[in-house]
Structure formats: structure tokens, C-alpha cells
């Protein structure tokens, strides 16, 4: 994979990661374990390990769970918006050390940066809006939502980063027009 392409699948990785921590976690794992779409240098090849693949499995279980709980979803949302960012850093540190030029420190603040956007786009605005615009009844399909489009997104930056760019950037721009642009000129 060229360095253009890792970065591209650095940058959907991290904001996947802004969806739900665990999930692009686990799917790198998985397809660094199994297949030979990524390979992980050290230290973030321990992402590979039976240990650390059996916890992200737990905790993808976990979160999946707790998000579709009515009001144990908000509290599980606050817990995660500080958890979100930190593996978007990971996972963008670990596909980008592949490229021997990009600094670890540079790696992990580009992480941090996007998937920390992502949540707050997700947390800030778009969750609070389909929970007020709904009752509270639009937050299932919407994580449920959120966990589908984590996985995609994931599996593209890996497998066709460059067909994830273009759906992430469609992605932002349906939200955006959608939750903030809308509702701001129908008014």
C-alpha cells in the first residue's frame, strides 16, 4: 500500500473511532491477525495478540449494549467521549507508523484531532437533536446506525481507502446538512 493510502486509512480509522472506540480497535486487530491488508510494526502489533483481540470483543459487546439502554446510553456516552478520541489516536499512530516519515507525537495528535471531532459532532449535536427531536425514540436506530457505519467505515480504510475518503467526506457532509444546516434555514 502506498503512503498516501495509509494515511487515508489513518485518518478513517481514527474517525471511526469517533462512532465507537471499539469496533475499528477490533477490526484492525482482526485484519492484521488474519489477513495481509495491514501489518502492524511494534509496539501496536500487540493489537494482534489473543488477549488484547478477546478484550475488544468484550468491550465492543459492551458498548454496543449499553448505548441501546435508554438513559445508561447518555452516562455510557460521557464515558466514551473521553475513551473515543484516545483510540482514534491509537489507531491512527498504528496504521501511520507503517510510514516511517510521520512522527509518533504528530500521529497521535492527528488521531486525537479527528476522532475527538467526530465524537463531538456525534455527542454535541447529533445525538442531543435526534433524542429531543424523537422522545428519545431515534437513539437506538441511530447507534445502531453509528456501530454499522463504524464498521464500514473501518473495513474501507483498511481493504479501498481511498473509495473510504470519498464516504467519509459524503458522510460528514449529509450530517452536517442534515443536523446543523437544515434546521438553521428551516427555522
Do not use: C
Request: proline share 5%; hydrophobic share 60%.
Amino acid at each position: 500500500m502506498s503512503a498516501l493510502l495509509q494515511v487515508f486509512s489513518a485518518f478513517g480509522l481514527s474517525a471511526s473511532a469517533g462512532l465507537n472506540a471499539y469496533i475499528p480497535l477490533l477490526v484492525t486487530a482482526l485484519l492484521a491477525k488474519f489477513t495481509d491488508l495491514i501489518h502492524l510494526q511494534e509496539p501496536w502489533d500487540a493489537l494482534t495478540s489473543w488477549w488484547i483481540i478477546g478484550l475488544l470483543i468484550i468491550l465492543v459487546l459492551f458498548e454496543t449494549v449499553l448505548d441501546k439502554i435508554p438513559v445508561v446510553n447518555h452516562f455510557n456516552d460521557v464515558v466514551q467521549s473521553l475513551i473515543r478520541p484516545t483510540a482514534g489516536a491509537i489507531l491512527f499512530a498504528a496504521s501511520a507508523n507503517i510510514i516511517t516519515e510521520v512522527h509518533p507525537v504528530l500521529s497521535l495528535a492527528l488521531g486525537l484531532l479527528i476522532s475527538g471531532s467526530v465524537n463531538l459532532v456525534k455527542s454535541a449535536a447529533v445525538r442531543p437533536a435526534v433524542a429531543a427531536g424523537t422522545a428519545g425514540v431515534g437513539n437506538v436506530p441511530v447507534s445502531i446506525m453509528e456501530d454499522v457505519t463504524s464498521t464500514g467505515i473501518s473495513i474501507l480504510a483498511i481493504a479501498v481507502p481511498i473509495a473510504m475518503v470519498g464516504i467519509v467526506i459524503l458522510l460528514v457532509g449529509w450530517i452536517l446538512w442534515r443536523f446543523l444546516i437544515r434546521p438553521m434555514t428551516s427555522g
